[in-house]
Structures are given as C-alpha cells and as structure tokens.
C-alpha cells in the first residue's frame, strides 16, 4: 500500500483550500493511511515535504494553489527522494495543474488522479537556485503580483487581470538582457517582461507560451521589449488570448539554460511567490525528467 502524505493550505485560494481540506482528508483516507499536515506560514509547506520525503514517504498530495505545489516540489528536490507528487486544486490561478491536464474545478476528480496509478515525469525549471514547475517572471509580472496581493475584493483570474490593466500604462520597465545556450549576450536594453515558462499559462488566464510542455525537456523564454501605453495594452490583450508571439515587441525561444542580465538584481516570481535576486544575473536552466507526478490529460 502506498504511503501517502497530505500537506494543505488552508490559506490557498482566499480560503478556498480550508473548505477542501476535509472532503480531500475523507476521500484519501477511505483508500488507506493517509497522514496530514497544514501549513501555517509562507514557504512552511517545503519544510513539511522535505520532511516526508526524507521518511520515506511514497507520494505527496498537495492542496493548494502554484505556490503551494512549487514549495513541495522544492522540499523534495531537497531530499533529491523519487517521491511522487499528486496536486489537489485550491488556489486562484492554478495554472500548474492547467500545464499537467488536470481537472481544477472537479476536486473529486483531482482526487482520484491523486490516488490512481498513472504517473508520468515532469521537467522542473531552476532560475538560480529558486527551484520552479511553471514559470519564473521578472518584470511586469512580479510588479502585478505584489500590487495583486493587496486586492481582496476581487477572485481568480479577474485579481491579475484588473490589477495588470491598472498598471500596464506606468509601469517603469527595467532594462535586461538575455544570452540563449551560451549564444553572445544581446545588448540590454529597456523591457516590459521576462517570462522563462515550463508551462504555457500563468496568472490564472495569461497564455504567455501557449506551446510550453511540462514534460519536453526545454524551457521556454519569452522577452517582451518595451513599447508605448497604446502597445502595451494591446500586448495585455493579446497574452491573454495566446496571440502575442507574432507582435514586434516579442520574442520566444525555446531554451535548456538561459543567462539574464538586469542593472539591478531585480524581485522575481516563481509559481506566484516573490523572490528578491541578490545579483544581477540569473541563470535559468531546465532539470529535465525531474519530478513524478500523478498524471493529467495532457
């Protein structure tokens, strides 16, 4: 019988996980043990992983959102352990499970994926040290996370989009630069965005790689120079439907490690935490095969 290990957010979604916590803790446990444990604090949930995959523990559930998956995934990458990882949807964007074909508004469904036998190996993107399953951001994304934290009125996808429609005609830009596979670095110069993608979506409804595999041993790094107020709202516009690739400002290559240089060490975000980078380079680079993850559709 597998050992199975469920670590929730009860934070997740606004509040979201909380309500799921019991129907997943009954389901999971009608098919056999199951120990639990809650997380109370940011980043809490990958001392929680490493914890159980340093046990032995054969197979982590998370419920949460992308936050919560990219912690468990980063305490078992700590323990370097093959331990499977299973994801419950409780967050507001959700977009790692969108990656992996799973079923974010059918909890029941999720569930059985958690405790059914198909698996398949999944990529895990580093930018730096900071361990990520969907997509690392610098830019105008980490700006609209951090604004989008203090909205509370809104849900979903709709906290992102208002908060980037609020903000895309002031945001600064930042000045950056990136070398592809060791190709010569282009030369900096003022842009919008740096999206390194595992995934094709991000803030609950952006398709900022509509091509993006989690499971092609490649990431993708979408550059986005900077443009005027009009153009800009035009590219938000067009992100959110997948159309923006063939736009002037936008570039997307596919890549197996990547060097970002900034003139500042810039914040960025991985899987919807933000993260404060202490030098002015990055490097990204994709662990290919990395993780097992309880399989989806896709």
């Known amino acids: 019988m597998t050992r199975r290990y469920l670590i929730a957010n009860p934070a997740a979604g606004r509040g979201r996980g909380a309500r799921l916590i019991g129907p997943v803790r ?3 446990a009608a098919c056999g ?31 949460g959102g ?14 370097g352990a093959d331990c499977r990882l299973a994801l419950i949807a409780g967050g507001t964007g959700n977009d790692f499970a969108f ?54 009125w809104l849900r979903g996808h709709a906290v992102y989009l208002v908060t980037a429609a609020r903000r895309i005609a002031s945001y600064p830009g930042l000045v950056a630069s990136a070398a592809i ?19 094709p979506r991000f803030g609950g409804g952006f398709l900022v790689s509509p091509g993006a595999s989690i499971s092609d041993g490649v990431l993708e790094v979408v550059t986005v120079r900077d443009a005027s107020a009009l153009r800009r709202a ?22 197996l490690r990547a060097r970002l240089d900034f003139d500042a060490p810039p914040l960025f975000d991985a899987d919807g935490d933000l993260f404060q980078a202490d030098s002015r380079t990055i490097e990204v680079r994709v662990l290919p095969s990395r993780l097992r993850l309880a399989a989806g559709i896709r």
């Open 181 to 199: 596979d060791g190709e010569t670095p282009t030369c900096q110069s003022r842009i919008l965005a740096i999206v390194v993608s595992n995934g």
């Open 33 to 63: 043990p199951c120990e639990a444990a809650l997380s109370t604090r940011s980043g809490h949930e990958r001392e929680l992983a490493r914890a159980a995959a340093a046990s032995g523990v054969e197979e982590i559930v998370a419920l």
């Open 234 to 255: 035009r590219l938000l516009a067009a992100v959110t439907r997948g159309s923006h690739g063939h736009l002037e400002e936008v570039a997307i290559r596919k890549s």
């Open 99 to 152: 990656a992996a074909g799973l079923p974010t508004r059918d909890v029941a469904a999720m569930v059985e994926i958690a405790i059914g036998p198909t698996e398949r190996r999944i990529d895990v993107g580093l930018a730096g040290d900071v361990a990520f399953l969907n997509i690392a951001s610098f830019g105008f994304a980490p700006h609209v996370l951090a604004a989008s934290q203090r909205v509370s």
């Open 26 to 28: 009954e389901r999971l």
């Open 66 to 79: 992308d936050g919560t998956w990219s912690n468990v995934a980063r305490g078992i990458l700590d323990v």
